[in-house]
């Protein structure tokens, strides 16, 4: 049977708004998109009259810790066994996707949690959104990869960098992510401080192309950010130093770049932050405010930038996934519209799903929001769980209208 949603205003993620839409679709797929006027609808089908409400495509987080679950301290995380955390994990996609979230790119989970959660909503097991995994980070011998046990792989040289890569992808990654810098969650880690060097990193790349999966690689420094980007990476993760050379070189070689501000901002403004580890908030204080005007910056040089969250890191819980795109309107980066789609089809392009979804046209994923109010308005409302009527996966009603009672308590609402 057709789906036909009809009567709404369609924010369709190419940048246009077409008032009296409809979209048809057919199993997992849009068959039809436009105005009433211009689009044949169907007799027998299912119908919704969205009449006054706002339909976007699904949001697209590029960058999460899908077994990380928000605690204070991220040390921890490590405390919780693996299986406690599996379960945990699980109900935390299904928050995820109530909140309107489809598609989900895993940044690094312990012991390739991330690949068992991803086979369990793929075998509808659970509910979630569509998970593209990357297993364990790829990273060098360094002071910080013990602090995660589980989380990193590490690789001196080129052959154990190939070798890593191809055990990720042995165990079903669908991405790889390797560490070009230093990091700010681990006690040892200098954001600063480049780590793989350019042959390493692109000894991973190479076994990721081979098997037609990008690589991402975590960068704060500048240096680290232009070795990733010669080694042929495609997202740069975090980007907080990045210099002019670096930002260039993103545009020259359309590279996509997740600034994950939600992690400063949740770190810094939620409540209880008194229990995050010093070290954590001192170097979250720290690059906080360059990574905001690093942000303008590479905006305003036209860089692609894609909404990531680092959802599961301290207070930063599964679910309120939307306050990236809204820090972007707040703090004056981006207006509406474009902050939408860093989280919808430049998100799509950047984890190399342009074809499949980001936007709401034929031929795409029935994947998309159906939402009370306007998030051009004010795209506040893309935070407000109440503001959610529906949800659709490829084509499937996920949530009707979001009932909270059936959000699970892994992860706190958070303040409003
Ligand atoms: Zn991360």
Not at 249 to 255: A, E, K, L, P
Not at 361 to 387: H, T, Y
Request: charged fraction near 25%; glycine fraction near 10%.
């Amino acid at each position: 049977m057709l789906i036909v949603l009809k009567g709404m205003t369609l924010i369709d993620g190419t940048g246009q708004v077409i008032e009296n839409a409809v979209l048809v679709f057919d199993g997992e797929k849009i068959i039809e998109a436009g105005h009433a006027d211009e689009v044949h609808v169907p007799t027998e089908s299912i119908f919704y009259n969205l009449t006054d409400k706002f339909v976007i495509p699904g949001l697209i987080d590029t960058h999460i810790h899908l077994d990380m679950h928000g605690m204070a301290d991220t040390y921890h995380e490590s405390l919780v066994e693996d299986k406690l955390r599996t379960i945990r994990a699980a109900l935390e996609m299904g928050n995820t996707i109530r909140a309107g979230v489809t598609t989900v790119r895993n940044a690094g989970s312990a012991n390739y949690i991330d690949i068992a959660v991803k086979r369990a909503v793929d075998e509808e097991l659970v509910v979630g959104p569509r998970i593209l995994s990357s297993g364990k980070i790829i990273c060098m011998h360094s002071a910080g990869s013990g602090y995660f046990p589980g989380l990193y792989y590490e690789a001196d040289g080129v052959d154990e960098n190939r070798k890593a890569a191809r055990e990720q992808l042995k165990q079903g990654a669908d991405l790889l992510k390797v560490m070009a810098t230093g990091a700010i969650m681990n006690p040892g880690g200098v954001p600063g401080a480049s780590q793989l060097d350019v042959d390493e990193i692109h000894a991973v790349v190479k076994e990721g192309r081979k098997a037609g999966k990008h690589t991402a690689a975590h960068a704060h420094g500048a240096q680290g950010i232009k070795n990733a980007i010669e080694a042929g990476v495609r997202s740069i993760e975090h980007g907080t130093l990045a210099d002019d050379e670096a930002l260039s070189m993103m545009v020259d070689n359309d590279i996509f770049l997740t600034s994950t501000l939600s992690s400063n901002f949740w770190m810094l403004n939620a409540r209880g932050k008194i229990d995050i580890p010093q070290f954590m908030s001192e170097k979250a204080k720290e690059v906080s405010k360059i990574r905001q005007e690093n942000l303008h910056r590479a905006i305003s040089r036209g860089v692609n930038v894609m909404m990531g969250t680092d959802a599961g890191t301290p207070y930063n819980f599964h679910g309120k996934n939307a306050m990236e795109i809204i820090q972007y309107v707040k703090l004056g980066l981006m207006d509406e519209m474009d902050a939408i789609r860093a989280a919808t089809a430049t998100a799509a392009r950047g984890i190399g799903l342009g074809d499949r979804i980001g936007t709401l046209e034929k031929g795409k994923l029935a994947d998309c929001v159906v939402l009370r109010q306007n998030p051009l308005e004010d795209i506040e409302f893309l935070a407000s769980l109440g503001n959610i009527y529906l949800v659709f996966k490829g084509g499937a009603l996920i949530s009707g209208e979001v009932d909270t009672a059936q959000w699970s308590p892994v992860s706190p609402l958070g303040p409003e």
